[in-house]
């Protein structure tokens, strides 16, 4: 089960307004859109991590480092922290 830690935003677009989500370990993004967009998991010095395409109305679950960041090519792409409960 999935238990919300924090409001859903719209991603930052780029790397200086990429959001680590509060420190959260585990992000949950959705596309909001009908089209892919390219999501980038970078370190805090923006350095990048990897990157995957979400297509449009998909969602997933990352597992990051609370410090690294998160940001989408598209603001339709948002995210939320989660944790998951028992």
């Known amino acids: ?5 924090g ?10 307004t990429a959001s680590n989500f509060g420190n959260a370990k ?17 370190q805090a010095d923006g ?7 979400l297509m449009g109305g998909e969602s997933v679950v990352i597992h990051k480092n609370p410090t690294d960041k998160i940001f989408a090519a598209n603001a339709g792409v948002k995210g939320a922290a989660v944790g998951f409960s028992h």
């Open 1 to 5: 089960m999935i238990k919300l830690l």
């Open 26 to 42: 585990t992000v949950r993004l959705v596309n909001t859109t009908t089209t892919g967009y390219l999501v980038t998991l970078e």
């Open 47 to 53: 350095t990048d991590i990897g990157t995957m395409t």
């Open 7 to 16: 409001t859903e935003a719209a991603l930052g677009i780029a790397t200086g």
